[in-house]
């Protein structure tokens, strides 16, 4: 007796091998035009090369960040508006590491999603792509997942992992002193943190993603779609112009709880919330979610994405470097003994 092939196929459980290889060959060239000094493969290797000798680095010391997107991709997957969460998820990993003192050198990127939409992850990647040219940072590998039974039909999730390097002895922060001056950068909206309060605040409000913005024109989904602004090369080149004592990238936590991870013992920080107006979005969520101040400042950026500590003799030196790099910056606050963030003024 002679057993019958059962003729089953990949395609058939669900998972189309030549989708993911035409998904490869579209990215090429989006991740081409991200090579920099330093890039030794292309895609399509089993795993990236780097060179850290032909990056221009004597006697480098690596640093390593991963992170998500978080429940903002609900909304991009609600919308279909999905162009702008890979450069929401290059930022979240790029923006952290120079916070080190680090120079983001390399990318690499996971999606995962349950059947393979062929444009849609090509727009993503293709954000991750710009993410990473915008930031001097390579696209050199990644990973999709096509995993039928695992994500509901058009949902996916991404998750990214970028490696930068600094010369020895010179990590972030360091030397934060009693009367350093504290920078903020303008934030480009709700950036990547707290859209579980969002999506609530949404909710409760009647409004649908479709419907008109309240605070911009276009849409409501749009309009917090916007995506995580890259302080990359405005970060090197602060460090060149002067004495940064240190970053600190205002993600989940806000304002009250990154600064002080960036403070020796015995240091705090006094913020002057007058010295700059709270972006429209946010008086909104806080209008419509009856939040508190002190809410809002733990819970979302509340204009200020990015904080730079430094020696004030350099103040002037790095906030020309800063703006020059497209920077909005305002002083916000100074170094006193003390413990953590105390605020004066108010945003609300």
Request: some cysteine.
């Amino acid at each position: 007796m002679t057993s019958k092939p059962n003729g089953m196929t990949y395609a058939e459980a669900g998972v189309d091998i030549d989708a993911g290889n035409a998904l490869v060959e579209r990215i090429k060239p989006a991740a081409a035009a991200t090579k920099r000094s330093g890039v030794a493969s292309g895609l399509g290797g089993f795993g990236g090369l780097f060179d850290l000798k032909a990056a221009g680095f004597v006697d480098p010391v690596l640093v390593a960040a991963t992170d998500g997107v978080g429940t903002k991709l609900r909304i991009a997957i609600d919308t279909g508006h999905v162009d702008g969460v890979g450069v929401d998820l290059v930022a979240m990993c790029v923006n952290d590491l120079v916070c080190q003192g680090a120079e983001p050198l390399f990318f690499l990127d996971y999606f995962a999603t349950g059947t393979l939409d062929l444009d849609q992850a090509a727009r993503i990647i293709e954000g991750i792509a710009r993410g990473c040219e915008t930031s001097g940072c390579a696209l050199i590998g990644g990973e999709t997942a096509e995993m039928p039974g695992m994500y509901p039909a058009g949902d996916f999730d991404l998750a990214g992992f970028s490696v930068g390097a600094m010369e020895r002895g010179t990590a972030l922060p360091a030397d934060v002193a009693e009367g350093d001056v504290v920078l903020g950068l303008a934030s480009d909206g709700v950036h990547s943190n707290g859209y579980s309060l969002v999506r609530k605040i949404v909710e409760t409000s009647g409004l649908g993603w479709d419907d008109a913005c309240p605070w911009d024109a276009g849409t409501l989904g749009a309009a917090l779609l916007r995506p995580t602004r890259l302080y990359v090369k405005a970060a090197l080149a602060a460090m060149k112009a002067g004495a940064v004592h240190g970053f600190a990238h205002i993600t989940g936590g806000g304002l009250t709880e990154n600064l002080p991870r960036v403070l020796p013992d015995g240091l705090g920080v006094s913020v002057n919330l007058d010295a700059w107006a709270l972006p429209p979005v946010f008086q909104w969520l806080a209008r419509q979610g009856g939040m508190a101040e002190a809410e809002m400042l733990k819970t979302f950026n509340a204009g200020i994405g990015m904080v730079v500590i430094v020696d004030p003799q350099a103040e002037k030196d790095v906030t020309s470097a800063l703006v020059a790099e497209g920077q909005t910056v305002t002083r916000i606050g100074a170094v006193h003994v003390g413990q953590g963030v105390t605020y004066s003024g108010s945003l609300l």
